[in-house]
């Protein structure tokens, strides 16, 4: 029983900025990665960014240096801050969480998905 609520979707102009959210709720013992994915058209999900609990790390090519993944752990709450943002950006854009709901039992949960669309 763990939740995944996304925020900050929406339209924005090529070169602009938006940040997207993600808070987990629910019986959580801890999460030890999170992530963001997304979904073009037609296609498969996708690697966008992972963080470990640690602050580890690690972002698809295309997104290097445009994008920044963060999160605050206490809260048990995700970030994507979207600089620089190209028509190529849209997709539907996905939460991941792999956690454990008890000392034992390792789940991967995501959220319904937002949807970021670039154009002028």
């Known amino acids: 029983q763990v939740q995944l609520v996304e925020s900050g979707g929406g339209l924005v102009q090529p070169g602009g900025s938006l940040t997207l959210s993600c808070a987990a709720s629910?019986?959580?013992?801890?999460?030890?990665?999170m992530g963001w994915y997304r979904q073009f058209p037609g296609k498969q999900r996708e690697l966008v960014a992972t963080?470990?609990?640690?602050?580890?790390?690690n972002y698809t090519n295309s997104v290097k240096g445009r994008f920044t993944i963060s999160r605050n752990n206490a809260r048990n709450t995700m970030y994507l801050q979207m600089n620089s943002l190209k028509p190529e950006d849209t997709a539907v854009y996905y939460c991941n969480a792999g956690a454990y709901i008890d000392s034992y039992s390792q789940l991967d949960f995501w959220g319904k998905g937002t949807l970021v669309t670039v154009s002028s």
């Open positions: 963080i470990t609990s640690g602050g580890s790390t």
């Open positions: 629910g019986n959580i013992y801890s999460i030890y990665a």
